[in-house]
């Protein structure tokens, strides 16, 4: 069983909709997550980072932590064709055996 | 500003032939790392370095070998291509050792015949 486990998509929703995207993990020794945004052919970016548990907001973005039950999510509110890319989740461990450990990332599309 | 530059972008390689993968960040970072990036297994760290100096394995390290030539300069080897190893490779680099933002390449895309 993989540590981190996320949806690989494709996901494809109309502009407009609200996407989720999750992930679950099985260690409880991570402390900060984040997700990437990765578009075709590039390299992923920082899309948002939290440590405790609840949301974090940034624009139509939000991420969600909910540790009790080793799940997070990213929420796209008003999606536009702009957001169509592939999502990665990756959780830190920094206490004793530093790690980070990526998702497998999932592929959304949006459609105009 | 340029942030991680990596060379080549594109590469193909029969098996047997080695090639060096470079990279380097002009962001004064500490620690940089590789990756492999599979369709379905997501991102792979091969090897890191934490500082100038030192050189760490990560998940996935057979065939390969890495430099950090100095403090922006982090290279891959692959001495001895195998079909196995065709992948895209990314190069990034972060201020200190998997923590806070990680700044990405745009990838290397190898091909092994």
């Known amino acids: 069983q993989k540590e981190v486990e996320q949806d690989p998509g494709p996901l494809s929703v109309p502009e407009g909709a609200i996407v989720s995207l999750n992930c679950t993990y099985s260690n409880s020794a991570f402390q900060y997550f984040m997700w990437y945004r990765q578009y075709s052919r590039k390299g992923p970016e920082l899309l948002m980072y939290?440590?405790?548990?609840g949301n974090k907001e940034d624009g139509r973005f939000t991420a969600q932590v909910d540790k009790s039950s080793k799940y997070i999510s990213l929420f796209i509110r008003d999606s536009q064709p702009s957001d169509s890319a592939t999502y990665l989740c990756a959780m830190i461990i920094i206490q004793g055996a530093q790690k980070l450990v990526f998702g497998q990332g999932t592929r959304l599309t949006i459609n105009p | 500003n340029a942030g991680v530059t990596q060379t080549p972008k594109f590469q193909v390689l029969k098996t047997g032939q080695s090639m060096t993968l470079q990279c380097a960040q002009d962001?004064?970072?500490?620690?940089m790392y590789w990756y492999r990036q599979d369709p379905g297994m997501g991102l792979r760290l091969i090897y890191y370095s934490a500082s100038e100096g030192t050189t760490d394995k990560g998940e996935v390290p057979n065939g390969y070998n890495v430099s950090r030539l100095n403090k922006r300069e982090f290279s891959l080897r692959l001495e001895s291509a195998a079909p196995s190893q065709t992948s895209v490779y990314f190069c990034a680099s972060s201020d200190t050792l998997f923590t806070g933002e990680l700044f990405f390449g745009e990838g290397s895309r190898l091909t092994v015949l």
């Open positions: 939290t440590y405790s548990s």
């Open positions: 962001m004064n970072h500490n620690s």
